[in-house]
């Protein structure tokens, strides 16, 4: 497969993250595929949304759980871009999709959405929780997945292996060739993030990861290359 550039929330790093404005950002720059983050509101919609409560990203406080929808919808995101829905983010750009979910509930959610709208073929599914990858694994076969980590033991591997991903999401910065290895040895990909600069590019190219995530659409023009 060759190498992808994955844009960080959109492109975070010059557009208001995981909203609109930053995806289809992303998508005019040439991203291969977009990152994004999935929390339920009180209502159970599929808010996109990196933290769990809306107060460093928006003008607003508390946690998202707390808030409807409805409530959600009132607040700015950024540049006055409102907090999209991820049924939103799938009809405003039409590339693939790296969807990251915080629970194991909001994986059920998900998996609705997924069956129903038949985007096995658009979308990896990461969580940092292991039982959210082995929830979505379950509840939509041959949908592909990846256990993300930013610290992590010397059983990452088997540890994506016991919860049926096939893809390692991994922090550069701790990132060693030792690790790389023993996944691609076992037939698992290796996405770097979040790589930023002309150091963590050279990194990956000597690591010989499968992908790196960004927030730069720079770092998609000046780092192209296959792994």
């Known amino acids: 497969m060759s190498f992808l550039t994955i844009g960080h929330r959109g492109v975070m790093g010059v557009e208001p993250e995981n909203t609109l404005r930053s995806f289809v950002r992303a998508e005019r720059a040439g991203m291969d595929a977009i990152e994004l983050d999935l929390h339920l509101s009180k209502d159970g919609a599929l808010v996109v949304m990196h933290d769990a409560d809306v107060d460093r990203t928006t003008d607003g406080t508390g946690p998202i759980a707390e808030k ?97 991903a096939p893809a390692l999401a991994l922090n550069i910065r701790r990132l060693t060739l030792e690790t790389v290895e ?25 690591l010989e990861l499968d992908g790196a995530t960004t927030d730069f659409p720079e770092i998609r023009r000046t780092g192209r290359f296959t792994a």
């Open 182 to 206: 023993h996944a691609h040895g076992e037939g698992l990909r290796v996405i770097g993030w979040v790589v930023n600069t002309q150091d963590h590019l050279r990194l990956v190219r000597a």
């Open 68 to 164: 409807t929808l409805e409530e959600l919808r009132e607040l700015d995101a950024g540049q006055g871009e409102r907090i999209p829905v991820f049924e939103e983010v799938l009809d405003a750009v039409c590339l693939p999709l790296q969807v990251e979910i915080k629970d194991a509930a909001a994986a059920r959610v998900l998996a609705d959405v997924v069956v129903k709208r038949e985007l096995v073929d658009r979308i990896e599914v990461t969580s940092f929780q292991d039982d959210a990858v082995r929830e979505i694994n379950a509840l939509v076969p041959g949908v592909r997945t990846a256990l993300v980590a930013s610290r992590w033991g010397s059983d990452i591997v088997e540890r994506a292996q016991a919860v049926g």
